[in-house]
């Protein structure tokens, strides 16, 4: 059974930067196109970045040019580096992993094989 524990998650001001981590284990890693969602409260899920296995990536409006989604396969880990974050950013993080036999692909919809459990960002003005 496949488990993805995320980490990195804090308290920054506006303008600052996290970067979180999402650590892979159970399941061969580079089958799995990764995805970044963040749940704001009172608010649905969004996925807001995503990188397949073959490293292509895919970011929402708001988020791109200050998020950069990375992965490392040998680490069996993908990042989101989050810079100029903004109040608007508050929102619990989560990852998830599905399985693709496409290794160019992936995908913001909420149609994840596995989840972790989520990280707290807040960030204040």
């Known amino acids: 059974e496949g488990q993805l524990v995320e980490s990195g998650g804090g308290s920054v001001q506006a303008g600052g930067s996290l970067r979180l981590a999402c650590a892979a284990s159970?399941?061969?890693?580079?089958?799995?196109?990764i995805g970044w969602f963040r749940q704001a409260p009172g608010k649905e899920r969004e996925g807001i970045s995503c990188i397949s296995s073959t490293l292509a990536t895919e970011y929402i409006s708001p988020v791109k040019g200050r998020f950069t989604i990375s992965r490392d396969n040998a680490k069996n880990t993908v990042y989101l580096q989050m810079n100029n974050l903004k109040p608007e950013d508050t929102a619990t993080y989560f990852c998830?992993?599905?399985?693709?036999?496409?290794?160019?692909?992936?995908?913001?919809?909420?149609?994840?094989?596995?989840w972790g459990k989520g990280t707290l960002v807040t960030v204040s003005s």
């Open positions: 159970g399941l061969t890693f580079e089958a799995y196109a």
């Open positions: 998830g992993a599905i399985w693709t036999f496409e290794a160019g692909w992936c995908t913001l919809r909420d149609a994840m094989d596995f």
